[in-house]
């Protein structure tokens, strides 16, 4: 008996766990070298790979899922991929070679990649465990709130990040009430400057959303007619915020539970080298879940961003499929649109003193912001809030490449601002090439 | 794959390219009806760039490595495998502004006149030359095999 159950063992060339960003790159780049090495994907969301920052669309638009997903629904067919949705894996075995899932089922590889994301924060707040408490990382998370919304007047957000905040928006633009709970002195504060969460904060507060900073929510508590549902949360110091629902929204870590015994080094996220393998022969990690290095900060730590989970993804992929390639760091970066108002901001955005010099313009009637953040004449931190935002990439990019800009920082701020400004050297690799041969 | 290469050596900064963009990606592909009677106003993609004297035509440089293909959360940007074009598919845009974030030749734009997504150079895929390329008076913009260029 054991003999028939070991050949029905399902072995795979390439196995990955994960069904999201990170997977779909490494298919990709495992199949830029290997057309043919067979590919499994198990993951516990029982759907195609999909846009998980547009569950926020999901929320507030009249989306189906088929508009949401990342690669067209033939993608894994298309790329010889068998995709085991709907699957969790409980637990690794690198000596065996095997992961093992929770239907009892194991599967072989030669190579694998740990694409796992993250999971959510459960803030220490009494109640949590109430009905009507959410989360908002996933399609079913989204699909539970839409489906719950409906008849509520009004919904409490525990964590103006910028999930929070993205769901902050959704749920107002469908007429329903919003309050954001935000522990910090102001919403989104890792990721903007205080004049740009004031423009932020001031949209949100016009579109009738109520912001609550330097608020920490300390209880969950239940509906005067029904204690086991959440009827609001208790802020420390006694105020009470009323809500139909509660949407805890306080960040993601990277999802390493099933890791847990299997010798894979782990600090905050899964520990990788430059050429995203992990501490053990043959085991790969990639996206939310592992950590990265950020080149601005000189130190490995999880970013977790959507560019940087498919850049990992896909040189995890080209790699185990035998190329040699190196990622060579990230920082962080966002772009969010707020009810139309684009807003962005990469690197460091709060400089810790002032070493760091600032070249800001600032119209407050145009809600137009940018604020470039130097040291030594290297940018370290872009913010640009409204029409700002054209072409910021040319500025992200001097970040990345570490562009000395000492010759044309008067230029920075300018509006025609262009590659045509940039160092000679630099301008021929942005056109991509350095002369006709 | 097919790249235009532009040569500010020749180019006089004349927008003709920005122009004959724009009515190619008209509705009518007429330059008066385009410009008069259109709305949305079709918007270039392709842009005159200068610094001083010096100016050059610049479009989606269809990267090889092309971030906005690697950071686009939608899926709305891909690049095809055979003809190297990397192509966005406007109905799957949601105007995150993530590709103009991370396009570091500032080849990305918003289309806010048709409908709030990302607006780039799709290399006239369907003409033989691209209209900036048959347009430009000066032949400031070349089309060439990109085995045709030294690679920095
Ligand atoms: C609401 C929201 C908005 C966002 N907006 C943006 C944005 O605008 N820009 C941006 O850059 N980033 C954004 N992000 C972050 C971005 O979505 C993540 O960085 C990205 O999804 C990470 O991709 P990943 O492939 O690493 O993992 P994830 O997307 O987290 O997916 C992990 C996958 O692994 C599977 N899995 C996990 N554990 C197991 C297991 N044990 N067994 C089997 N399967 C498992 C899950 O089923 C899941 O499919 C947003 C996130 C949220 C929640």
């Keep these: 008996m054991l003999s028939e159950r070991m050949f029905q063992v399902k072995k795979y060339k390439y196995l990955i766990i994960g069904g999201s960003v990170a997977t779909v790159a490494a298919v990709e780049g495992i199949r830029e070298i290997d057309g043919d090495g067979s590919i499994g994907v198990v993951s516990y969301e029982p759907y195609h790979a999909y846009s998980r920052p547009m569950i926020s669309n999901y929320l507030m638009d009249d989306i189906e899922l088929e508009d949401m997903y990342y690669r067209p629904l033939k993608f894994y067919e298309k790329e010889k991929v068998d995709s085991l949705l709907g699957k969790t894996v409980v637990k690794v075995s690198p000596d065996e070679k095997k992961v093992f899932l929770d239907d009892g089922d194991c599967i072989s590889y030669e190579r694998l990649l740990v694409s796992s994301g993250g999971r959510p924060i459960i803030p220490r707040i009494n109640g949590v465990d109430k009905k009507g408490v959410y989360r908002f990382l996933s399609l079913d998370n989204a699909r539970e709130i839409k489906a719950s919304l409906k008849g509520l007047e009004r919904v409490v957000i525990i964590g103006g990040g910028l999930s929070g905040m993205k769901a902050a928006e959704a749920i107002i633009s469908i007429g329903v009430r919003v309050s954001v709970i935000e522990m910090m002195e102001r919403v989104l504060k890792p990721v903007y400057d205080e004049t740009a969460c004031g423009i932020i904060k001031a949209l949100f507060e016009d579109k009738g959303v109520d912001v609550l900073t330097s608020s920490q929510a300390e209880e969950i508590y239940g509906r005067k007619d029904d204690e086991s549902s959440a009827g609001g949360v208790m802020l420390k110091g006694g105020k009470k915020v009323d809500g139909d629902i509660v949407i805890m929204s306080v960040g993601v870590i990277p999802q390493v539970d099933f890791l847990k015994d299997s010798g894979i080094e782990i600090n905050r996220g899964v520990v990788v080298d430059k050429s995203m393998k992990t501490n053990l022969p043959d085991i790969y990690a990639a996206g939310d879940v592992a950590e990265a290095y950020d080149i601005l900060l000189g130190i490995n730590r999880p970013i977790p961003i959507w560019p940087k989970a498919y850049y990992e993804g896909r040189i995890a992929g080209l790699n185990m499929a035998g190329g040699n390639e190196e990622f060579s760091g990230i920082f962080a970066m966002n772009s969010a649109d707020f009810f139309g108002l684009p807003t962005m901001s990469a690197g460091i955005v709060n400089p810790e003193d002032d070493s760091w010099e600032s070249l800001v313009e600032f119209k407050p009637e145009e809600n137009y912001y940018k604020r470039i953040v130097l040291k030594n004449n290297k940018i370290d931190g872009m913010i640009m809030v409204g029409d700002a935002v054209d072409r910021a990439g040319i500025i992200l990019g001097l970040i990345k490449d570490r562009i000395d800009v000492k010759d044309f920082k008067d230029k920075l701020l300018d509006k025609g601002f262009s590659i045509a400004d940039l160092p000679a050297s630099v301008k021929r690799a942005r056109i991509r090439d350095v002369a006709l041969a | ?152």
């Design chain 2, 1 to 152: 794959m097919k790249i235009i290469y532009p040569k500010e050596e020749v180019c006089i900064g004349c927008r003709y390219c920005e122009i004959y963009c724009a009515v190619e990606h008209s509705k009518s592909k007429d330059i008066i009806k385009a410009f008069k009677l259109e709305n949305p106003r079709p918007i270039p993609k392709v842009r005159m760039v200068q610094n001083g004297p010096v100016s050059f035509a610049l479009q989606c440089r269809h990267c090889e490595e092309p971030d906005c293909v690697y950071a686009c959360i939608t899926g709305a940007m891909h690049k095809d495998k055979e003809t190297g074009v990397v192509i966005h598919d406007a109905k799957r845009c949601i105007g995150c502004w993530t590709c103009m974030m991370v396009c570091t030749k500032g080849a990305i734009e918003r289309d806010e006149e048709m409908r709030k997504i990302a607006s780039k150079c799709d290399l006239c895929i369907h003409l033989d030359v691209p209209a900036c390329v048959s347009h430009c008076p000066n032949e400031a913009l070349v089309l060439i095999e990109d085995n045709q260029i030294k690679k920095p």
